[in-house]
């Protein structure tokens, strides 16, 4: 059985298709890269914001297409889409198999041997997380095939959220937080090591969340230390943190923890304080304020990765002023701004006064030909530096890495180039290199001596 498995959406959906990945390695089933060379294809949706319902949904017609031109005899649904929106799927693509919702994706195997043999299956993937079902498997489960290139992997520290942003979905979705035991965290990344991994990138709804409802003194703090005592691990980035989550004891510990990053994700989504409490972000703009500086006074040097949300309803011309100014004064390393998405369900949805999708589009354009000028003249200032790369491709004519200061997949790069060493860079190395140039968002560098 030849099976192509699509992934869209997060690095937390990335790891439940690597969960699916191991049930169809189980299954001795061969995962292919072209569904016109799969017997059935399945697609993890995203279902989080309409742009991803749009891609998840064009995705799935797609593939109904290869199915009724008789290019794939079977297609299975799974991910956030069919959790959010099950009923309505299934009533409106009757060309697809089977529909799992995120759950326990034990049925998979059963699911794509039925629709193989082109009959509707009844798998569902169990009760769902998200209606108070019992616990995802995939929380204990670590039979995990990496999608990610060997040396670095995400590792799900908890599933669901217990804040209730106005604008967001996910507590509907994934239902309320449930952390994951460190017991089995300190396990999963051992195995991960002993295949060969190097970086963990942590991951949940709010990593900064972590152990509140284990009950037995789990914090993130304490998780990182755990987690840097694995032989192997060398690098550990700390994802989705919440801004009023990041104590003082989250602080220290990354200070002296030699193997946790100086980086951190922490979405702010505004700065303005009647959108922050529309929003229901629960951290007043002074105490966002407070939690940046004491970031870059107790960890010098520390990169600062957020994420805004421009267009937000009530976003009026100096409310988006006020963002920008913050912006420009506190100048983040990395940044990612996302216009607001009215989606249905969340408590922002048909909220009063909108703003124009033109507005919105300009505001965003604005911010980020900004950050492109901050990270230019951050590139800049590090020309005849040196630091630390991970080695992520390497090539004939080209290699390609990333700093500490780079997230996969969402920060810049560094082309590596040439080096004093005959054998030139191997994929995965953690290389000391020079940097000599950069190139628009990325660095240019070779081996330093």
């Known amino acids: 059985m030849k099976v192509c498995l699509i992934s869209l959406g997060c690095p937390k959906n990335l790891i439940d298709s690597e969960v ?22 399945v697609v993890n949706t995203c279902g989080f914001i309409e742009a991803a319902v749009e891609e998840s949904t ?10 009724e031109a008789g290019l794939l005899k079977g297609l299975v649904v799974a991910g956030c889409l069919v959790q959010r929106f099950h009923d309505d799927l299934v009533a409106q693509i009757p060309e697809v198999d089977a529909f799992l919702t995120i759950s326990d994706y034990s049925e998979l195997g059963r699911a794509i041997e039925d629709a193989a043999r082109g009959g509707k299956s009844s798998a569902r ?3 769902s997380s998200a209606r108070g079902g019992k616990r995802r498997s995939a929380e204990t489960d670590l039979s995990r095939a990496l999608l990610t290139p060997s040396h670095t992997a995400y590792l799900r520290i908890a599933e669901g959220c217990n804040h ?27 195995q991960l090591a002993r295949l060969g991994v190097k970086e963990l990138n942590l991951v949940a709804e709010d990593t900064t ?47 002296r923890n030699g193997k946790v990053l100086n980086y951190i994700d922490v979405p702010i989504q505004h700065i303005s304080g009647p959108i922050l409490r529309s929003m229901r972000r629960g951290t007043p703009p002074a105490s966002i304020e407070k939690m940046i500086l004491r970031l870059r006074e107790k960890i010098p040097g520390i990169v600062l990765r957020t994420s805004v949300i421009v ?12 963002l920008f100014a913050f912006l420009e004064r506190v100048r983040f390393e990395r940044l990612g701004a996302f216009g607001f998405s009215p989606e249905s369900g969340t408590a922002a949805h048909g909220l009063a006064p909108g703003v124009a999708r033109k507005a919105i589009d300009a505001r965003i354009e604005k ?31 080209h290699s390609r890495g990333r700093t500490a200061a780079d997230a996969p997949d969402i920060d810049c790069g ?17 290389a000391k290199v020079r940097f000599t140039g950069h190139s628009g968002y990325d660095l240019i560098a070779q081996r330093a001596d």
């Open 58 to 67: 064009e995705t799935i017609l797609e593939l109904c297409r290869l199915k």
């Open 367 to 397: 911010i980020m030909e900004f950050q492109r000028r901050v990270i230019e003249e951050r590139n800049i200032s590090l020309v005849g530096q040196t630091a630390d790369a991970i080695v992520d491709v390497v090539s004939d004519d």
């Open 164 to 190: 209730q942003c106005s604008f967001c979905a996910i507590p509907s979705i994934r239902g309320r937080l449930r952390s994951r035991p460190e017991k089995i965290l300190l396990e999963e990344a051992g």
């Open 414 to 430: 560094v082309h590596l180039v040439g080096g004093n060493l005959e054998e030139g860079f191997e994929a995965g190395e953690i």
């Open 20 to 41: 699916m990945a191991g049930r169809i390695d189980a299954a001795r089933m061969e995962i292919v890269y072209d569904p016109e060379d799969a017997d059935v294809a």
């Open 125 to 127: 993937g169990g009760k």
């Open 209 to 255: 969340d972590y152990g509140r409802d284990l009950k037995d003194g789990s914090t993130l703090a304490r998780l990182l230390d755990g987690l840097s005592t694995v032989d192997g691990i060398e690098w550990i980035r700390i994802l989705y943190a919440f801004p009023s989550r990041v104590t003082d004891e989250l602080i220290d510990t990354m200070a």
């Open 311 to 322: 267009g937000y309803p009530g976003e009026s011309a100096a409310r988006f002023d006020e």
